[in-house]
Nanobody
Framework: QVQLVESGGGSVQAGGSLRLSCAASGHSARRRCMGWFRQVPGQEREGVAAIYLSDGRTYYTLYADSVKGRFTISQDNAKNTVSLQKNSLKPENTAMYYC????????????????????WGRGSTLTVSS
């Protein structure tokens, strides 16, 4: 069973940067899609970024329009970790951020929707103050 543990959340001022990390364990799939979602109270989770990994390589990354150019998703093979680097943060980026994974599958056209992923972390809070 896949286990995902997020780390790196916290509070920053607008314009600042923060890096979230997701450590994955419990799977042996050679390929997988991993993603980051955000959720604010009263709203559904929405995809922020996703990365397709196969045999230790990054094949492609995907981003929500609202974060393109500011957020970067990447992998660290040595630590079996996927990170989300966030730059130029805005107060509207305040949310709970969740790591998600779908071992054995690529990132499809609906990657930004919650049902596309089968495993989830518990979340990490990001607060951006103005």
């Amino acid at each position: 069973q896949v286990q995902l543990v997020e780390s790196g959340g916290g509070s920053v001022q607008a314009g600042g940067s923060l890096r979230l990390s997701c450590a994955a364990s419990g799977h042996s799939a050679r390929r997988r899609c991993m993603g980051w979602f955000r959720q604010v109270p009263g709203q559904e989770r929405e995809g922020v970024a996703a990365i397709y990994l196969s045999d230790g390589r990054t094949y492609y990354t995907l981003y929500a329009d609202s974060v393109k150019g500011r957020f970067t998703i990447s992998q660290d093979n040595a630590k079996n970790t996927v990170s989300l680097q966030k730059n130029s943060l805005k107060p509207e980026n305040t949310a709970m951020y969740y790591c998600a994974a779908t071992p054995g599958y690529w990132c499809g056209a609906y990657w930004h929707l919650e049902p596309s992923f089968g495993a989830w972390g518990r979340g990490s809070t990001l607060t951006v103050s103005s």
